[in-house]
């Protein structure tokens, strides 16, 4: 089993930045994929970015530009760096762990933009 917990969401004005930990414990593996998502009120979960083992990133064009997904093998977390927050980006942020024996994911962390 894999467990994810989410970190570093908050309240932050437009045009803020706000960084995001993930930490994934238990049997991982070395062949991963690493995924933040998040959830508006009233919305569908979206897709917001993607890293991969070898290190190629991928991102949703709403964030494209703004956030930066990284991660760090040795320490098990990925992180998601957001930046130019605006209003829209309000959710919940979960992150999510796809290995050969499944697909996991954390509690999430709520992130609000406001002024």
């Known amino acids: 089993q894999v467990q994810l917990v989410e970190s570093g969401g908050g309240l932050v004005q437009p045009g803020g930045s706000l960084r995001l930990s993930c930490v994934a414990s238990?049997?991982?593996?070395?062949?991963?994929?690493l995924l933040w998502y998040r959830q508006a009120p009233g919305k569908e979960r979206e897709w917001a970015a993607t890293?991969?083992?070898?290190?190629?990133?991928f991102y949703a064009d709403s964030v494209k530009g703004r956030f930066t997904i990284s991660r760090d093998n040795a320490k098990n977390t990925v992180y998601l760096q957001m930046d130019s927050l605006k209003p829209e980006d309000t959710a919940v942020y979960y992150c999510?762990?796809?290995?050969?024996?499944?697909?996991?994911w954390g509690q999430g962390t709520q992130v609000t933009v406001s002024s």
């Open positions: 999510s762990l796809q290995q050969s024996n499944g697909l996991y």
């Open positions: 238990g049997r991982i593996f070395s062949t991963n994929t």
């Open positions: 890293t991969i083992s070898g290190g190629s990133t």
